[in-house]
């Protein structure tokens, strides 16, 4: 931690190492810390409509200072943004601004202008630097460590994009104020994850912590700082996503297959609660399959219930479709290799694995048991 | 050399190291060749209608016999293929064959499909297997080599893609039978180059025997072997095209102002051709520059007439615009840096080098000198 309460947390990835700074006042110091990296360059900011109004203005200044002039591409916001039309737009506009490989393309906002704005700074010219400013707590934990980048298609989410890692990442804590705390609560999720995939201390912190981490101050910054480095840790591991990092998908199985059931429907049901309620889901499953003790099952539900996380199917509102159709939706999953099933399962809080060849029999009498129609 | 004359090149990139095999009836060899590498998989055909109505059915009948089920995506032929709506296309129609990440794409065609193809095979799920079958000379000893992919943007061309290596290249000689005579001359300019670059033994072969290359058989397989041969090194010094690999650019600068101040219009001036006139212009201005001999300015200008080649810019049909313009479509080229003009000049047959802040003036005056109108 530095004296001003930022911390550090560097992914090593050789030649494609970055820091990630975690701290209060961040967009503010935005331009002294790119300058610093990126010395003599110029940048287009990439947000949308709502993250552009709170933040885009103190951005553009902080660059100004630090003598960097910047060009703003604002966007609609919302899941549907994270087309091919607009990756085109974003790539138009980079060039029609004249960037150049060694210039920067910032995604100031949440997972969707990170993950759009990356895939376009990864393909311009090849390649582009490419710096992140996340807003929210979700893309501070998540999105902003590993490099993946994409846009979904007809056939799915994420289904296109590249690897292609960040230069630098600023995680402002006090933009998370401005959150609904809806949405801070499902970023929360993904906190939990790293928790329950290997870090079983973490989890029991969180336990006794998690009330700190959502008011805000160093308890927040500790929670994302131990988040990135997890995430960092798995990534370091296996950057190109060939094995353990598979496991950063924890909860992420059922997750996707209740979002894509909820027809990505935010008003019923957004991604960190899909993914919360996955998690409950693979940790009952596995207590089903006796490789956990129901009571490590229990002990997620009730910490996602207390923090005010959806962790049953039931809780989502609305109908959904039989669990034959939900079996259908997890069978389309990017995740199935060679029409297996792959989940990641568990033996109790922190030991999570890949498992391969689950039985679809097994997971569809599950859902029936577990279905709330 | 294999017993049945295939030669194989070995592009050593550590993990993503591949082979290239040159050599007659490869087309009728690829399921095979393709079986041995990846077995089990599942491939999608990218094509153009000319290519496809030759080689087609051939290629599927070769992968069904290796067990390999196949599905074709058949674009329109031509440089507007190279663009963000054709792209869409391809990556739909890979997803929509339910390819996994393991299965494979195939690029059967000139450079369009190859650079499309091999952009589409790099983002689709995050990267996919890549196999080219280049079908013309110029994919056979240029973009099979190297891994850089792309598309046009209404800002110039090649200006987003990624890069990404084949797993396979297969560069059939025979298919090059069926090409046009001009469209195999303005591959041949790309053979040249590789001599140019740093082989003048290479190129001294080629003043010889450059006639047998235009027939076929041995001589024909040996130059383009010696091509994959001299980019593969160039690339495995500099994959990602920070330093050395810029030497690739011999004649790129000169000869792509000339495709645009042409509009791209394939009835005046084809990229080889461009690439011709400009490795004659480098030559040239390296002379008037006083780093190079005029005599060797003079040699090059004779193999390239000598072939049918066009070697200077009154060999352009049409008018052209005048000097001052073409510095403008110069300065645009993507390989601007900061503002500088980067040029690759050359002391003298195969000692070409990287000049960074070549005075504009100076290229300017060369190009009113030299201009015909």
Same mark, same amino acid.
């Given at each position: 931690m530095t004296s001003n309460g930022t911390v550090k947390v560097e992914v090593g990835l050789g030649d494609r190492a970055y820091d990630i700074l975690i701290g209060s006042g961040l967009v503010g110091r935005a331009g002294e810390e790119i300058a610093a990296r990126l010395p003599g360059i110029r940048v287009a900011i990439v947000t949308d409509e709502n993250v552009a109004r709170a933040h885009l203005d103190p951005l553009t200044a902080s660059l100004d200072k630090a003598g960097i002039s910047s060009t703003a591409i604002v966007l609609p916001a919302g899941e549907k943004t994270k087309s091919f039309a607009h990756l085109q737009e974003v790539v138009d506009g980079v060039l029609a601004a004249r960037l150049e490989r060694r210039d920067a393309v910032i995604a100031l906002g949440g997972g969707v202008i990170g993950d759009l704005t990356g895939f376009a700074s990864g393909i311009v010219r090849r390649g582009m630097n490419f710096v992140q400013i996340p807003t929210s707590l979700l893309a501070q934990v998540d999105?902003?460590?590993?490099?993946k980048t994409g846009i979904n298609s007809t056939h799915g989410k994420n289904l296109v994009g590249v690897f292609h890692q960040p230069r630098l990442v600023l995680a402002d804590t *006090?933009?998370?104020?401005?959150?609904p705390a809806r949405e801070f609560r499902a970023g929360y999720a993904e906190v939990a994850k790293y928790g329950l995939i290997d870090r079983p201390d973490f989890f029991a912190w969180l336990e006794k912590n998690w009330q700190e981490v959502f008011s805000g101050g160093p308890a927040r910054t500790e929670a994302i700082a131990q988040s990135c480095r997890a995430k960092a840790d798995v990534v370091a591991r296996d950057e190109f996503e060939t094995?353990?990092?598979?496991?950063?998908n924890l909860g992420h199985t059922f997750g996707h297959a209740l979002e894509a059931a909820t027809a990505y429907d935010g008003t019923r049901l957004v991604h960190g609660e899909g993914v919360a309620i996955g998690m409950a889901l693979a940790h009952r499953f596995s207590a089903r399959m006796n490789l956990a003790s129901p009571d490590d099952a229990a002990r997620v539900e009730a910490h996602l219930k207390a923090v005010g996380?959806?962790?049953?199917?039931? *809780?989502?509102?609305g109908e959904l479709p039989d669990a034959e159709r939900l079996l259908a939706y997890i069978a389309q999953d990017?995740?199935?290799?060679?029409g297996a099933l792959t989940f990641i399962l568990t033996r109790g809080i922190g030991k999570s694995f890949i498992a391969k060849d689950v039985p679809a029999s097994e997971v569809l009498a599950f859902l029936k048991e577990n279905h709330p129609g």
């Open positions: 999105s902003s460590v590993g490099g *006090d933009v998370l104020d401005t959150l094995g353990d990092r598979a496991l950063l996380l959806p962790w049953r199917m039931a *809780d989502i509102p990017k995740k199935v290799s060679r």
